[in-house]
RNA sequence: GUGGGCGUAGCUCAAUGGUAGAGCAUCGGACUGUGGCUCCGAGGGCUGGGGGUUCGAAACCCCUCGCCCACCCCA
């Protein structure tokens, strides 16, 4: 057993029932995502390290910690994607896409990369059906955003009760220094009672003090200085105007002030919607996003404002409650076969239905006709075409109709539009 | 990075120091060319790997590898 190849830890192969249940989101998602306009981006895993450092931050655990980073061949330093807006802030900016259209929409989805320790809902590479809209700066889009998000989950068959939609603002940068300063200063006058984590975390980021789990820091953060009443009028509204439009997108919201993003580059509203539904673990954020006004700039671009989210497709997964094995669907026809005169008769028949969109299997095998059905059976197959030696003398063969156990002989030419007819 | 749990057949799990088993799945037969049910049968295991204790280890001890769960982090 230890000398069989085995996969890179966190990193899972995907099979074939599991494989449909994900088509069937990948399908959904686009289609929302249509219906919103958004448009597909797709942009390389590799990037250059320091696209995520100066975007997700230095100081995030994100970038410090947990990025496949290596050298390239020629010194230079990448990183597999651990997210996926860094990408696109970098593609919009590349393409001057600010010059093309007003407005942006982008949506991407594929693999990314994180080296935690996996667990249930957690994995080294996990995968992201995320979305951007560049140009708009106000309130609506990220209410509509939510709500698509929503629409999204309800449409995969999860249940509006077990939905937390939560919502907080962190401010302008101005505001979020203020804040900063003021959570440094209450902290410090309480060092004492912090943990180890939580104390390294008052010079580099301070705002993720509030996040810790440990009961003495938590009663400590229920008296700290609260972000909301430091923001300024502008930022209030636009929490408030964010919250209204929801209402009348008829989705409730919870605003959570504690509610602080892992990812530097976020700046007023930011989101996350959590499900609370047995089979996710721990990790009960399916998705999670918010504004990034500054991003596009500060990489050197004009200042665009920009917002995004990012949903985990596996927390999805384990969210939605019907069995993987729903999703498949079963094939049309079995060419059921007896010696090699019949294959040689059937090989091209079952090529010329296939080729016109019917879904069939042929038996290439030496077995029994019981077999065979039973196969056709496994494979839940909705026809079974019979050819042996007797069909072939006499140009007829029996199409059995597996579900309603009836079959009838029909000749050559009768085949594809018989088959075709108990397809309706 | 820290802590805990678990590794026995393809899958889910029994066997607590004394001959490695069951259910499901697979294959075959009953039914030599007609499936899902039933009955009968078969194949399949260096009990994750290595070392130790013992007359004897799947079990006890040590090491190692792997998986899982949680902390943390976040999707």
Redesign the pocket.
């Known amino acids: ?2 000398e069989l190849p ?2 890179v ?2 990193m ?1 192969d995907i099979l074939p029932p599991e494989v449909a249940k994900w088509q069937f989101v990948e399908e959904k998602a686009r289609q929302i995502l249509d219906a919103f306009a958004y448009r597909e981006l797709r942009t390389p895993i590799l990037e250059y390290t320091p696209l995520f450092q100066r975007t997700v931050g230095e100081t ?3 970038v410090e910690k ?1 990025m496949y980073t290596f050298p390239d061949r020629d010194g230079s330093s990448v990183s597999m994607r651990p ?1 996926g807006t860094a990408s696109a802030v970098r593609a919009y900016i590349a393409r001057s896409q600010w010059n093309r259209e007003p407005v942006t929409r982008w949506y991407y989805l594929g693999p990314m990369f ?1 080296h ?8 080294r590479q ?1 995968h ?1 059906i995320g979305a951007e809209v560049f140009g708009i700066p106000g309130p609506s889009v990220d209410a509509e955003m939510i709500a698509m998000l929503v629409a999204l989950l309800l449409d995969l068959g999860l249940a509006a009760v077990d939905l937390e939609v939560a919502v907080n603002s962190l401010g302008d940068p101005d505001e979020r220094a203020t804040y900063r300063e003021a959570l440094r200063a209450y902290f410090s006058a309480h060092a004492d009672k912090l943990d180890d ?1 939580s104390r390294r975390r008052l010079e580099s980021n301070p705002l ?1 003090i509030l ?4 009961p003495r820091v938590q009663a400590l953060a229920a008296s700290a200085p609260i972000l909301l009443d430091t923001l300024g009028e502008r930022s209030r509204q636009h929490l408030a105007a964010v919250r209204g439009h929801l209402a009348d997108l008829g989705v409730a919201s919870q605003v959570d002030p504690r509610l602080v ?3 530097d580059y976020y700046t007023g509203t930011t989101f ?1 919607i959590k499900a609370k539904v047995g089979g996710l ?3 009960n ?4 996003g918010g504004r990034y006004d500054r991003l596009v700039s500060s990489l050197g671009g004009p200042e665009i404002p920009a917002i995004g989210f ?3 497709v ?2 999805v997964l384990l969210a939605m409650s019907q069995p993987a094995e729903s999703f498949e669907s079963g094939l049309t026809l079995y060419v059921a076969v ?1 010696g090699e005169k019949a294959r040689a008769f059937a090989l091209p028949l079952a090529h010329r239905l296939r080729l016109g969109g019917i879904r069939t299997e042929i038996e290439h095998r030496e ?5 065979q ?6 494979l839940r197959t909705r026809l079974a075409l ?1 050819i ?4 072939l003398a006499a140009g007829k063969f ?1 199409l ?1 109709d ?2 309603k ?1 009836e ?1 009838s002989e029909v000749r050559a030419d009768e085949i594809e539009p018989r088959i075709r007819q108990a397809m309706d």
């Open positions: 057993m230890a085995q996969n830890k966190g899972n995030t655990e994100v947990q997210e994180r935690e320790r996996a667990q249930r809902g957690r994995l996990f992201q984590f993720r996040d810790s789990k440990d993003r892992g990812l996350e673990g721990a990790q954020t399916l998705a999670g990012a949903l985990g596996e927390r007896l077995i029994g006709l019981k077999a059905l039973k196969r056709a059976d496994a019979m042996g030696d007797n069909e029996v059995r597996l579900v156990r079959q």
